[in-house]
């Protein structure tokens, strides 16, 4: 198993930024690659971003230019800046990982953490 634990969330005014950390443990030699998701009431999951084992990152369409993922050098935390931020930005945000191979598809994701609310006014 993996655990996963999300921070940085809260709650922040348009055009402002937060950053996003996950920290994960537990059987993680295998990781290819760490995601963040999110999902808004009433919506389903979103992926937002993803990054592989070698640092290859992928995002979403309208994510680009204003959020930037990101792990450090032990690869057991993956970042996730959000910056110019809007309302339409507000959702729980949570990071997942998964094993072969890499995507924004959140039925590949292996292993979830419980989420960290991001709300913007």
């Given at each position: 198993h993996?655990?996963?634990?999300?921070?940085?969330?809260?709650?922040?005014?348009a055009g402002g930024s937060l950053k996003?950390?996950?920290?994960?443990?537990?059987?993680?030699?295998?990781?290819?690659?760490?995601?963040?998701?999110?999902?808004?009431?009433?919506?389903g999951p979103e992926g937002v971003a993803a990054i592989d084992s070698d640092g290859a990152s992928i995002y979403l369409d309208s994510m680009k230019?204003?959020?930037?993922?990101?792990?450090?050098n032990a690869k057991d935390t993956v970042y996730l800046q959000m910056n110019s931020l809007k309302p339409?930005?507000?959702?729980?945000?949570?990071?997942?990982?998964?094993?072969?191979?890499?995507?924004?598809?959140?039925?590949d994701f292996n292993y979830w953490g419980r989420g960290t609310q991001v709300t913007v006014s």
């Open positions: 993996v655990q996963l634990v999300e921070s940085g969330g809260g709650s922040v005014q996003l950390s996950c920290t994960y443990s537990g059987y993680t030699s295998f990781i290819d690659c760490m995601g963040w998701f999110r999902q808004a009431p009433g919506k230019g204003r959020f930037t993922i990101s792990q450090n339409e930005d507000s959702a729980m945000y949570y990071c997942a990982v998964r094993y072969g191979g890499c995507n924004l598809d959140a039925t």
